[in-house]
């Protein structure tokens, strides 16, 4: 099963609710998979060793000069003007490319092949049952997606996968979630918290996933995000305090079920609810 | 000898604008004639790709000098390699930086 995590916007505790989840099933063994490539931080809270798993590598077009007649339609083809073209030259822009290798197939005299471009790696570690599988993106490097792609890629069917999402609503997230069985949607009941959540209930709504909520912060705020998901019959699976201690151990790098156990139970209780909806 | 200044409007009056990937229009201008024509920037507010897609434009265009503010990191690798000179830390409107590039005064 593929449980993601997201939330829209940032901050809201969605890391706090991958690894306190993680930590909670004991007796399962946990693939956490952190998405967030931009700032991955979930290794910061699981006790392991992290070795370089892969480089992730994109392709961009390398241009043959001596074959090249200036005709432009690699320039003119790339939406993501990745090539620019003028009556003597080729430039390319590695850093704009996508890597859909689209200039290549439309070049008239095949001076077009592609070389492979590093834009990030995967981590790894692993504790008893807890495997962490990270990704990072190379400072500077615009392009999320292939990474998010590449740590989706190590899912094996045999554990229980939790996906860390990146915040927001765009295309990382929706390489994050896409094809999870569940997303735990994490807000907080301010206007922003509940602003993003209505935006990725459409997002999800809309790529087919079944979803719950967890309130963070819940005692901050009003009561919008309650009514919401009540109109729209959305189950709350959890509600955690607007509590000092734990964001005190958080930002010691202590997850919460750590510092206060007796929050297993009710993180495993998350699990149990979320099979029941799910009828596993 | 053809010009491109940016420019925050359609006209030889309208003020200079300060970016060149991102410029709302580029006014070309013929130094003899002083007759122009404005185009809208339609890569303004592309996500990414603006300063490439601008230098496109003006090499497209057989510019030979260029008249901004600024230029991007990836507009400036961009035209680079061309054969246009690029004037940058202009002000004014674009009759007036035309002329205070042609009387060789810049800025």
Known sequence: ?280 | MKICVTSIGNNLEAQVDQRFGRCLFFIIVDSETMQFKAIQNMAANNRGGAGVSSAQLILDEGVEVLITGNVGPNALGALQNSNIKIVTGASGNVKEAVERYLSGKGW
């Open chain 1, 1 to 280: 099963m593929v449980i993601s995590v997201a939330s829209g916007k940032g901050g809201t505790g969605k890391t706090l609710v991958s690894v306190s989840l993680a930590l909670s099933i004991e007796d399962e063994h946990v693939l956490l998979l952190d998405c967030d490539v931009e700032e991955p931080n979930t290794h910061i809270f699981i006790k392991a060793g992290f070795d370089l798993l892969k480089t992730v590598n994109v392709p961009v077009p390398r241009v043959n000069e001596a074959l090249c007649v200036h005709c432009k339609k690699c320039a003119e083809f790339c939406k993501y003007k990745a090539i620019l073209a003028s009556k003597t030259t080729v430039t390319i822009f590695p850093d704009l490319c996508h890597g859909c290798g689209g200039c290549a197939i439309v070049c008239p005299v095949h001076a077009i092949d592609e070389e492979m471009h590093r834009i990030g790696r995967l981590m790894h570690g692993s504790t008893a049952n807890i495997e962490v599988i990270y990704g990072e993106l190379e400072i500077s490097k615009p392009l999320a997606v292939p990474i998010i792609r590449e740590v989706k890629r190590q899912i094996s069917n045999d554990s229980l996968v939790i996906v860390d999402s990146p915040p927001g609503t765009s295309c990382p997230v929706i390489e994050a979630v896409k094809g999870s069985d569940f997303c735990v949607l994490v807000t907080e009941p301010t206007p922003f918290g509940f602003h993003d959540l209505t935006m990725m209930v459409e997002v999800l709504t809309q790529i087919n996933i079944p979803f719950g909520v967890v309130i963070n912060r819940a005692d901050l705020g009003d009561e919008r995000v309650w009514d919401f998901c009540k109109s729209k019959n959305i189950p709350i699976l959890l509600t955690v305090p607007y509590e000092r201690r734990i964001a005190v151990s958080y930002s010691k790098g202590v997850p919460m079920v750590v510092d206060m156990p007796e929050w297993k139970e009710k993180f495993k209780d998350l699990y149990k609810e979320i099979k029941r909806l799910l009828n596993k």
